[in-house]
C-alpha cells in the first residue's frame, strides 16, 4: 500500500513538473511569485549558481509546497518554470498559498499559576489579532506545536516551576471552515522554586568575583531560567572575549524537593584559545574587498575576540552599503579560524524623478542621482534637484568616510535654495567643506566651515525690518553611534552634539550674522525580539537647540518646529515659533522634542514597517515653557530603492488658533 501511494505522489510530481524542459548549464537567476526569492532558496536550497537539474527542480518544488502545508497553508500548491538565459537558466517558482487554516480559538487547561492570556502571548498558534491582516498571525501551523509546548513550558520555568508538566497540544481542525482550536494540558504545576546557590567553577585567567556579582541568577531569589540562559551567554561571551571561540558553559543542578529550593553551579569548558587564520569576503559584487576589510577589527593573526566580531559586523551594517552581513569563524586547525564574511549589497546608488505632497508644500518636482558607495569605494556623492510651490533645493555634495582608508573622512558641497515661511521668503547660497576623524569605534568628530549668503523678499516691510546678510561660520561636531544597522536600527543608541560660531571675516560694509548655536540629538532603539519572538522595535528620540545671540542672530537662523525636518509631525513645516507684537513669526532660541515610537513589520513585504508615534515639542525665546505642540500619528516606512521615504500621517492633538497644520507630508531621511 506504501508503495502504491508513493508511486501515485511521484506521477502526480511528475505530470505537475513535465513542463521543465531540458536545458543545460548554472541557475543564473531565481525568481518567484508569491512568496520571497529569500524564502525559496532557504526552504529548497537551491541558489543561483548551482547546475540546473530537471529533478533538483522537482524536489526544491516539493520541498517548498511541504513547507508551506506544515506553515498551516494546506491549499498551497507550487509550480516552476525554467528558461535560457545569457548564457545560464532562469528559474521562477510560482506559488499560490491559497488560504490558511485560521486559529479560532485556544484553550488552556490546568493552569492555575499562570493567566491564559500569558500563556497565549508565548506562543505561535494562537488568534490572530485586531490589526493581523497587516502584520501577519492567526494562522495554524501544526509543526509549530512542539515549539509551543516548550514555550508554555518556559512561561512556568521563567517563574521558578520546575516540576512543570506540560502535555503535547492537540490541534483540532475545521477544513472546510478553514479553522483550528488548540488546547494545551498542563498536567502538573508543582511549586516554585527559589535559588539557594550560584556558584562558578574557577576559570583560570578570569576574574571571579567579579563574575559571580555579574550574574543574574541570585540567592534567595526565585529560580528563572531566561535569567540562567543569560548567564551562560555571558560566561561564553566573556571567554569569547578573551580569545576562546569555541568555549561552553553549562549549568549543573542541584533540586531539594522538600524546601522547593535549587543550587546552581555553572561549569565553563575554555577550549583552546584561537587565532584568526584568514579573513574570506564574499559577496561583495560591488564594494570592493579593501572597503569591507576597514571595517574589520579582527585581521590575519589577531587574537579571536568575540566583541570585536560583534562590532566588525555592526560597523559594516551601519555603513548602509550592505542588505546583510554574517561574520562566522570557521575552524581551519586546532587553534585557528578563518572569518568568512559574507555581505549581500544593498541599493546604495539611485536616479530618481517623481512627484511629491505636502499639505503646505503642495505639488513638487525632484530629481536626483546618488550613491552612498561610489563604484563600491565607499564614497558617497549627490547630485539634486528638488521644486514645489513653496521652494527649490539644488545641491551637490560629495563625502569621502575613510579616505585612503584612513580614520579621517572629508565631505564638501555647494547649494541654492528657496523656501517660503508663512510670512517671508528666503532664498541662500553657500557651500560647506568638513573634515573629521574616527576617535574611537563608536565616537566620530568633525570640524568644518559653511559660508552662505541669505536674502529676504515676500516680507511686510512697514513692520518687518529683514536684512539680508551673509553667514561666515565654523562648525563642530562629535557623534556616538553603536546602533546596530543603518536602515533599521534595533539596538544602540546615537547622540550627536552639533556647534555652529558665526561671525567670521565680518567687514565694516557687510552684514554678517553673529550667533552661537548648539543643537543635539539622541535616540535609542530597542528590539522586543528575544521577548516577544516578534519583531516589534521601540523608539526614543530626543532633539534640542540653543543660540547665544552675539550680535546678529538672523531670523532665519534661529530655531522653528513644525513638520519631520524640524520637530513634531502633524503642524506644517518650520510654523511653530514665537510671535512678536505684529504676529510675525521670529524663530526661538531654545527648543526641545521629545519622541516615543514603536514599529511593526508589514505582513506584505520586507522593506516597509509601520510605526506609530507621538511628538512632543517645546520652544521659546526665553523659556521653552513659551510653546507646547503636541500630536499623535503612523508612519510608513519604505526602504525603497531610491533611500529611506518615510509617508507620514499625524494629527495634532493640542492644536491653538492660528496653527498650521499637515496632515501628511512624505520624509525621505535616515533612521533619526
Do not use: C
Not at 569548558?269 to 559584487?285: A, F, H
Not at 499639505?359 to 565607499?378: E, H, Q, R, V, W
Not at 557651500?431 to 523678499?457: D, E, F, H, P, Q
Not at 529611506?644 to 533612521?671: C, M, V, W, Y
Request: no cysteine; charged share 25%.
Amino acid at each position: 500500500m506504501l508503495k502504491k501511494v508513493a508511486l501515485i505522489s511521484m506521477v502526480a510530481a511528475s505530470a505537475l513538473f513535465a513542463n521543465l524542459p531540458e536545458l543545460s548549464g548554472k541557475i543564473k537567476t531565481i525568481d518567484s511569485r508569491g512568496i520571497s526569492e529569500d524564502k525559496v532558496q532557504a526552504i529548497t536550497g537551491i541558489h543561483e549558481g548551482d547546475e540546473y537539474s530537471i529533478g533538483a527542480l522537482q524536489a526544491a518544488a516539493h520541498n517548498l509546497q511541504e513547507a508551506l502545508k506544515q506553515s498551516g497553508y494546506v491549499d498551497a500548491k507550487v509550480t516552476v518554470d525554467a528558461k535560457p538565459e545569457d548564457d545560464g537558466v532562469k528559474v521562477k517558482f510560482n506559488v499560490d498559498k491559497g488560504d490558511p487554516i485560521k486559529v479560532k480559538k485556544v484553550t488552556f487547561i490546568g493552569n492555575k499559576a499562570i493567566p491564559d492570556s500569558v500563556l497565549e502571548d508565548a506562543i505561535v498558534n494562537k488568534p490572530g489579532g485586531f490589526f493581523s491582516w497587516l502584520t501577519g498571525g492567526g494562522e495554524a501551523i501544526p509543526s509549530a506545536l512542539e515549539y509551543d509546548q516548550a514555550k508554555v513550558r518556559d512561561e512556568y520555568l521563567k517563574r521558578g516551576y520546575l516540576d512543570v508538566q506540560v502535555d503535547k497540544p492537540l490541534m483540532k481542525t475545521d477544513f472546510s471552515a478553514k479553522s483550528a482550536e488548540v488546547t494545551f494540558t498542563i498536567r502538573h504545576e508543582g511549586e516554585p522554586y527559589k535559588v539557594s546557590s550560584v556558584n562558578v567553577e574557577p576559570i583560570p585567567g578570569f576574574d571571579m568575583k567579579k563574575i559571580q556579582e555579574d550574574f543574574e541568577l541570585k540567592k534567595g531569589k526565585v529560580f528563572n531560567v531566561q535569567k540562567l540562559r543569560n548567564d551562560l551567554n555571558h560566561l561564553i561571551e566573556l571567554a569569547g572575549n578573551k580569545g576562546y571561540a569555541f568555549a561552553q558553559a553549562q549549568p549543573r543542578f542541584q533540586k531539594h524537593d522538600d524546601t522547593h529550593t535549587i543550587d546552581v553551579t555553572y561549569t565553563v569548558n575554555l577550549g583552546q584559545k584561537i587565532r584568526i587564520n584568514d579573513v574570506k569576503i564574499s559577496g561583495n559584487t560591488k564594494t570592493k574587498d579593501h572597503v569591507v576589510r576597514r571595517y574589520i577589527y579582527l585581521a590575519p593573526g589577531d587574537t579571536f575576540n568575540l566583541q570585536d566580531l560583534k562590532d566588525s559586523k555592526n560597523e559594516l551594517q551601519r555603513t548602509g552599503f550592505f542588505d546583510s552581513v554574517e561574520i562566522v569563524p570557521k575552524r581551519v586547525g586546532g587553534d585557528a579560524v578563518d572569518l568568512d564574511v559574507n555581505v549581500r549589497e544593498a541599493h546604495t546608488g539611485s536616479i530618481m524623478a517623481g512627484l511629491s505632497y505636502g499639505s503646505y508644500d503642495g505639488f513638487g518636482i525632484n530629481a536626483s542621482i546618488s550613491d552612498k558607495n561610489l563604484m563600491g569605494t565607499g564614497i558617497g556623492y549627490s547630485l539634486s534637484l528638488e521644486r514645489t510651490k513653496k521652494s527649490y533645493n539644488y545641491a551637490i555634495s560629495l563625502t569621502d568616510p575613510r579616505v585612503f582608508d584612513s580614520l579621517y573622512s572629508l565631505s564638501f558641497g555647494v547649494f541654492k535654495q528657496k523656501y517660503e515661511f508663512i510670512d517671508y521668503t528666503k532664498k541662500e547660497t553657500g557651500g560647506y567643506i568638513s573634515i573629521g576623524r574616527k576617535l574611537t569605534r563608536y565616537i566620530t568628530a568633525s570640524v568644518g566651515y559653511i559660508y552662505s549668503s541669505v536674502k529676504y523678499s515676500d516680507y511686510d516691510k512697514w513692520n518687518i525690518d529683514y536684512e539680508s546678510y551673509k553667514k561666515s561660520a565654523l562648525t563642530a561636531s562629535i557623534t556616538f553611534d553603536n546602533t546596530d544597522d543603518y536602515y533599521v536600527p534595533r539596538k544602540g543608541f546615537y547622540a550627536n552634539l552639533y556647534l555652529e560660531y558665526a561671525g567670521l571675516g565680518k567687514g565694516a560694509k557687510d552684514h554678517y550674522a553673529e550667533y552661537l548655536k548648539t543643537e543635539f540629538k539622541f535616540a535609542a532603539y530597542y528590539s522586543l525580539k528575544d521577548q516577544l519572538d516578534y519583531d516589534l522595535i521601540l523608539r526614543y528620540k530626543l532633539r534640542g537647540g540653543y543660540i547665544s545671540d552675539k550680535g546678529l542672530t538672523p531670523r532665519a537662523e534661529r530655531l522653528f518646529l513644525g513638520g519631520a525636518a524640524w520637530g513634531v509631525r502633524g503642524y506644517s513645516p518650520a510654523s511653530i515659533s514665537p510671535y512678536n507684537s505684529n504676529g510675525d513669526r521670529v524663530g526661538g532660541f531654545k527648543s526641545l522634542v521629545n519622541t516615543v515610537e514603536a514599529s511593526i513589520p508589514l505582513n506584505w513585504t520586507k522593506n516597509m514597517r509601520l510605526t506609530a508615534f507621538v511628538d512632543y515639542g517645546m520652544i521659546g525665546t526665553d523659556s521653552l515653557s513659551e510653546i507646547k505642540r503636541a500630536s499623535v500619528g503612523a508612519q510608513i516606512e519604505w526602504r525603497s530603492p531610491f533611500g529611506p521615504i518615510n509617508l507620514i500621517f499625524a494629527k495634532p492633538i493640542n492644536k491653538h488658533k492660528g496653527d498650521r497644520t499637515a496632515t501628511f507630508e512624505l520624509s525621505i531621511q535616515s533612521h533619526y
